[in-house]
Every structure is written in structure tokens, then in C-alpha cells.
């Protein structure tokens, strides 16, 4: 199976394909496909990068992908939970050229232009995922016109992006298994201290050649992107477990010393470790207290 680009599996003559991945790990290699994605997590956490972000993904989230955006899921394998997640893919030219270009299609135009730095759904997510689990039973016309309903319901809701920049041309089958291959290393050995040489190594790249290939496809160095990765993976440690002191957390995330872990922590979530901690365990309680 090539890598990049990623083909969905669907019948010639099918414009909508609803598809469901069911297993340990969802598809963990780094990929790109025509359609639009619109997934429903319905259990499994880890980490999704988009473009040139990495951000965390867990049970309940709804992600929007947009057409051609490299992306990958990385499954916490540390979690006992099996990964599941129901998704919708079309184009924009799925029911005809025109279709969404009609004048009642116009309020729609601003969220195919959101998608292409992917996004996730903040807002109306119950009324959404009430959606989702009906497809299974659905016709294909009925599909459709739940796919439309809830194309309606986000383009009202709140969202976060994905990504801040996204590399627009298409990755070759060699460009994707080297980005592949880099991304899957770092996602990988964080925890460890390597070197840059030891990345541009994966890639088949000298260390310059890798800098600037790696800059121009994401838009930051690579270890401006290691840094992120590892700080995502701290935010999960804080939540999970409460009582896991600062220090370890730091240590496990592979940074060298707490104070350049305070110091980086703070410059991408804006809040340091300990008032990250409290703040989002307070939103989780309040949260399912007011859900009981």
C-alpha cells in the first residue's frame, strides 16, 4: 500500500464511503487523500498530526480533515481501550461539479476553506455524534442527507484548527515515506535524546538538506516540532494521572531539566504544568458533574 497518497477503498459509482476502524491502533502511517474527512472518535486517545501540528485527539472529539492534508494518528498504545472511529469521506465533486457551488451552498464555502488546515468541533458535539451512530443502519441515501444535516450543524459551531500552515502540493510516494519515516521516528523516540544527524539519517538526507526539507514542508525546524510533540505528550501525562510529580513528567517527555521543561510548556500553552494540571481536571469535573 502506497503511503502517500492514500486511497479510499470505495466502488466506483459510490459518492459518499462511510467507513469504520476498529482495533488496537488506527492507520498510523503519514497520508493524504482527495476527500474530505469527517471523523467521529467513538473510543481511543493519542495523538493526531495535521499539516505542521501535532495536537491530541481522545473519545467523543469530531475532526474535520480537508482534501489533500497529510495527516496521521498515532493510537496511545499505553491505552488498554480499543481505537474506534467512524468517518465520512466525499469531495466536493462527489454529487456533481456544481452541487456545492449552488447559491444554497454558499454558507458552506467558509468551512471547505477551514478544512483545509483540518479542525476539530467544539460545540454541538452531542447532537453530532447522535448523527454518527446512526449511519451504520442507514441507506446511502439516507447517508447523504445526514451528512448534509450535519455539514449545517458545523457550519454554526465552534471549532479549533488543526494546523497553522499545510504544505499544498502533493506528496510523490518517495516524498511521503521519507516524511513518513521522520515523523513516525520523532513520534516514536521523544522520550529518548537523539541527534539531528540520527533524523536526517531516516529521511536519506544530510543534515542541511534535511533542515530545509523539513522547514519548507511544515514550516518550523524539526525540533521546534519535537518540542511540541513532547509537550502534547506531557499535557495527556498531567491529566491522567494527578499524582505523577512535575519532575517525572518532565523526565518522561524527554526534556533534560525541569526548568527548560517549565519554560517550554509555558511558551506553548500559556499556563505552566501545575496550573495546566488543575485547570483542566477542574473543566473534567465540572464537566460530568453537570452531565450526571
Not at 34 to 55: L, P, R
Not at 164 to 170: D, H, I, L
Not at 254 to 279: C, D, H, M, S, W
Request: net charge neutral; hydrophobic share 35%.
Amino acid at each position: 500500500m502506497k503511503i502517500l497518497p492514500f486511497k479510499i477503498p470505495k466502488p466506483e459509482q459510490e459518492a459518499l464511503v462511510y467507513q469504520e476502524d476498529s482495533g488496537i491502533l488506527f492507520y498510523d502511517k503519514l497520508h493524504q487523500h482527495e476527500e474530505i474527512q469527517i471523523s467521529y472518535i467513538v473510543s481511543g486517545e493519542g495523538s493526531i498530526v495535521v499539516g505542521d501540528t501535532i495536537s491530541d485527539f481522545k473519545a467523543n472529539d469530531i475532526l474535520v480533515i480537508g482534501e489533500n492534508v497529510p495527516h496521521v494518528f498515532r493510537s496511545d498504545s499505553q491505552n488498554s481501550t480499543k481505537s474506534v472511529m467512524y468517518t465520512l469521506f466525499f469531495t466536493k465533486e462527489s454529487f456533481g461539479k456544481e452541487f456545492f457551488a449552488l447559491s444554497d451552498m454558499t454558507r458552506l464555502q467558509k468551512f471547505f476553506e477551514e478544512s483545509g488546515y483540518g479542525m476539530k468541533i467544539l460545540s454541538e458535539n452531542e447532537r453530532l455524534t447522535h448523527l454518527f451512530e446512526n449511519l451504520k443502519n442507514q441507506s446511502r441515501i439516507q447517508r447523504i442527507a445526514t451528512l448534509l444535516n450535519m455539514l449545517d450543524i458545523m457550519i454554526s459551531s465552534d471549532k479549533q484548527p488543526l494546523s497553522t500552515f499545510v504544505y499544498r502540493k502533493k506528496y510523490t510516494e518517495d516524498e511521503g515515506n521519507r516524511m513518513n519515516n521522520v515523523i513516525d521516528y520523532a513520534l516514536s523516540n521523544f522520550h529518548e535524546p537523539f541527534s539531528l544527524e540520527e533524523v536526517a539519517e531516516k529521511a536519506n538526507m544530510s543534515k542541511n538538506a534535511f533542515c530545509r526539507y523539513f522547514k519548507k514542508r511544515t514550516n518550523k525546524t524539526f525540533f521546534q516540532f519535537l518540542i511540541e510533540i513532547r509537550i502534547e505528550h506531557a499535557c495527556r501525562l498531567l491529566f491522567k494521572d494527578n499524582d505523577l510529580p512535575i519532575s517525572e513528567v518532565s523526565e518522561q517527555c524527554g526534556f533534560l531539566n525541569i526548568a527548560n521543561f517549565n519554560r517550554k510548556f509555558k511558551e506553548l500553552k500559556g499556563v505552566t504544568p501545575t496550573q495546566y494540571r488543575k485547570f483542566t481536571i477542574e473543566k473534567w469535573r465540572d464537566k460530568y458533574s453537570k452531565s450526571a
